[in-house]
């Protein structure tokens, strides 16, 4: 099913990241599977990134002008050639929404517990939010 994914980022002044399309499969019943599912699709995207990065890229004036308004207009190109693994990149995402480190909403409502189950329909919203710590300095 195709599922709304949106990613922000707490603390930064840009505009809204445009919603990215994912492809859950129907068997994502908790929190715990919809985490992994998750990990599973953007590891493929990583793996397909490195594969594709000795093609050249050249940006259209659009893409530029897209990629400007995050603040960062990249390529696309993976530098480090180290490979990612499934299973700890799993257990990472895991330990970081246990401890509050990430948020999850499904359709608004905020998910607390990794066996809360999930119930995704065609066109439901995820918004993944990325809480950064607030570290200052003794004056």
């Known amino acids: 099913m195709k599922v709304k994914i949106y990613v922000k980022k707490l603390g930064r002044n840009r505009a809204k990241t445009a919603a990215v399309i994912y492809d859950y499969p129907a068997s994502v019943l908790t929190v715990r599977d919809l985490l992994k599912e998750t990990v599973r699709i953007n590891l493929d995207a990583y793996k397909k990134g490195c594969q594709d990065a000795d093609i050249a890229c050249v940006l259209s004036k659009e893409e530029i002008e897209n990629q400007a308004e995050s603040g960062k207009i990249a390529f696309g190109i993976h530098y480090n050639t180290k490979e990612a693994e499934f299973e700890t990149a799993v257990e ?3 330990q970081c929404f246990e401890d509050g480190i990430t ?6 409502e905020r998910l607390e ?10 066109e439901s919203e995820l918004t993944f939010i990325r809480m950064t710590m607030l570290a200052g300095r003794m004056w």
């Open 113 to 122: 517990n990794l066996e809360t189950p999930v119930r995704l329909h065609e």
């Open 92 to 94: 990472n995402a895991w």
């Open 103 to 108: 948020a999850l909403f499904v359709d608004g």
